[in-house]
């Protein structure tokens, strides 16, 4: 049976940082793209910021670029978003999710797994 995991999330003041953590089990990770999405209440799940299996190719939303950074330790079994220069428009709960594809997708029908989600809140 396939796990997520999320860790990392908390209260944050703008302008700050967190590093969320995603840990995989019950399929090998190394095969599939991971990705992360976030979700406010009443909202759709938005994509964030995705990476390809081998951690050699990244794509981020416009709202993120130059903020985020996303990356993987295949050795670990563990996808990392880095979060910066955090804004209130940030605070959502965020997911990691698990593909069924080896190159980047940011679309949520291309994912099979996901975790629980951890919560992100920027105070102004």
């Known amino acids: 049976q396939v796990q997520l995991v999320e860790s990392g999330g908390g209260l944050v003041q703008a302008g700050g940082s967190l590093k969320l953590s995603c840990v995989g089990s019950?399929?090998?990770?190394?095969?599939?793209?991971m990705g992360w999405f976030r979700q406010a209440p009443g909202k759709e799940r938005q994509f964030v910021a995705a990476?390809?299996?081998?951690?050699?190719?990244?794509f981020y939303a416009d709202s993120v670029k130059g903020r985020f950074t996303i990356s993987r330790d295949n050795s670990k079994n563990t996808m990392y978003l880095q979060m910066s220069t955090l804004k209130p428009e940030d605070t959502s709960v965020y997911y990691c999710?698990?593909?069924?594809?080896?190159?980047?997708?940011?679309?949520?029908?291309?994912?099979?797994?996901w975790g629980q989600g951890t919560q992100v809140t920027v105070s102004s």
């Open positions: 019950g399929r090998t990770f190394s095969t599939y793209a």
């Open positions: 990476i390809n299996y081998s951690g050699t190719k990244t």
């Open positions: 999710g698990q593909s069924d594809a080896r190159g980047v997708v940011n679309t949520t029908d291309r994912y099979d797994y």
